[in-house]
């Protein structure tokens, strides 16, 4: 049986809660987000117990017509009351479209933010309690969240949004007003079973407290709080420890297979979700099954495969397994790219992320470009017999690779370039965009394999085209 709590209590259960979150730290006001419901008027009073300067952010959705008029009506009178200032927005969430529920909560945390924004408050509080923690956490073990999901409603959220209450039940708010004889308002869609969250409320969680546990709400808070905590430092320590196993570069990734598949299970776990989170800006719909598929993945011993998750591809090929964008580079026609090239001058394949400068110059001047170009990790210089060249024909070209394509590198035997790949273990995301040129049908220099030999300067060579390649680095 749950304890009678009096109002002095749940005042300084609130206050304990406010400290150990370090709320409202630097604030000059705080606006309260009121609904007119009991939690929300709850919160407003117990802050000004506390002796917070505190104004009132109200948003009428216009969902429930003649209802939503009067909580707007009752929040008024509420604010005026206590002359407190008073924020209103007004907005017709069904004329959005889309989800209901999802519309409104933006609607609702998007005036938060310009409230904020505006400087009309500091900080904006919320009216969840332990109660609304206990019912999403429930909700998202039977989703089958991560821990993560578990941590629920964050005491502390970005904006900054606080939830004081967030370790007070219901029943006690409930208790709490009554005992000063404050009215509050009932949301009828709150009784709606239509919507899980309601069905959860009304009929599952207060079976669990019938036959199971009495305490539950608490014992489901006090998990949130320590999913919270956990992934709080973790959060923080994984961001210094995956720039160990992860290279970012812009929305990709790669990581290597076998240091991923090497590490404990738990860090293993939260490195494939950094990528994913790099990737594609959130976790939404990430599940357990998505990670443990990319970790098999890792887990193989050699070869490539494939595996989509939500809005990401994943590509495993030698020891590398890239992270990308869906989609990405996969269409052939975007990937097929050519120009010619103006000499001197400087050619570029956008999709290749690749720029090549090509310039002539006597062979004795040479060694001051080989120089300069040392200096510069990223840039790659080469040297080909520009007279050589022109017995090929007077057009050089850029291109990217096709099938097929194949010609006899300086050093080695003629053989396609696919044979040089695999030799080389060259990614396959990377052979699609692989920057060559072309003097009319033959190949004269490739990325990383070089001048062909036909065309290699040599000790008698007059004049050299000297080819710098600049591209970021890859894999």
Excluded at 88 to 116: M, P
Excluded at 236 to 252: C, D, K, P, T, V
Excluded at 381 to 404: A, C, F, M, N, S
Excluded at 419 to 426: A, H, N, P, V
Aim: with cysteine; aromatic share 6%; net charge neutral.
């Amino acid at each position: 049986m749950s304890q009678v709590v009096t109002n002095s209590t749940l005042i300084a259960r609130v206050k304990r809660t406010i400290l150990r979150h370090r709320m409202f730290e630097g604030a000059r006001r705080i606006g309260v987000a009121v609904s007119g419901g009991a939690d929300s008027v709850c919160l407003l009073l117990i802050l000004r117990d506390l002796g917070f300067d505190t104004a009132v952010l109200h948003v009428n959705h216009l969902l429930r017509a003649e209802e939503s008029e009067r909580d707007e009506a009752v929040v008024r009178e509420l604010a005026a009351r206590l002359d407190v200032p008073l924020h209103l927005h007004r907005l017709d969430v069904k004329a959005l479209g889309g989800n209901l529920e999802e519309e409104a909560r933006g609607v609702r945390y998007n005036f938060y933010r310009e409230s904020i924004a505006s400087r009309a408050v500091d900080c904006v509080a919320t009216g969840h309690t332990l109660s609304d923690q206990a019912e999403t956490v429930l909700f998202r073990m039977m989703r089958g969240a991560h821990l993560p999901g578990l941590a629920a409603i964050h005491p502390v959220a970005p904006g900054p949004v606080l939830r004081p209450l967030i370790d007070i039940s219901r029943a006690d708010v409930e208790q709490y007003l009554t005992e000063r004889n404050e009215p509050w308002r009932e949301d009828s869609s709150n009784v709606d079973l239509m919507f899980d969250r309601n069905r959860i409320r009304h009929t599952l969680m207060p079976e669990l407290k019938r036959d199971w546990n009495p305490e539950i709400e608490r014992a489901l808070g006090q998990l949130a709080t320590l999913a919270f905590d956990e992934e709080r430092f973790w959060t923080e320590w994984i961001s210094q420890y995956a720039a160990n196993f992860l290279q970012i570069r812009g929305n990709i990734v790669l990581a290597t297979a076998s240091k991923l598949a090497d590490q404990p299970i738990a860090i293993a776990r939260r490195l494939v979700r950094r990528a994913i989170e790099c990737v594609r800006g959130d976790l939404h719909a990430i599940d357990f099954a998505h990670v443990e598929a990319i970790l098999d993945l890792a887990r193989q011993r050699e070869g490539d495969g494939r595996l989509q998750a939500p809005q990401v591809d994943v590509y495993r090929s030698f020891d590398w397994i890239r992270f990308a964008p869906l989609a990405t580079g996969d269409r052939l026609a975007e990937r097929n790219q050519e120009t010619a090239c103006i000499v001197p001058g400087i050619a570029s394949l956008p999709v290749a992320q690749v720029t090549v400068d090509l310039q002539v110059i006597e062979k004795s001047d040479s060694s001051n470009g080989r120089e300069a170009a040392v200096e510069n990790a990223k840039v790659k210089e080469y040297e080909l017999d520009w007279d050589r060249i022109l017995e090929l024909g007077d057009e050089v070209r850029l291109r990217t690779w096709k099938p097929g394509d194949q010609y006899r590198p300086a050093e080695g035997s003629a053989r396609k370039l696919k044979t040089m790949f695999q030799e080389s273990r060259i990614p396959l995301w990377e052979r699609g965009t692989w920057p060559i040129l072309t003097v009319g049908s033959s190949i004269v220099w490739a990325r990383e394999f070089g001048p062909a030999a036909e065309v290699a300067a040599r000790e008698g060579s007059r004049r050299v085209l000297l080819v710098r390649e600049q591209r970021p680095g890859a894999k």
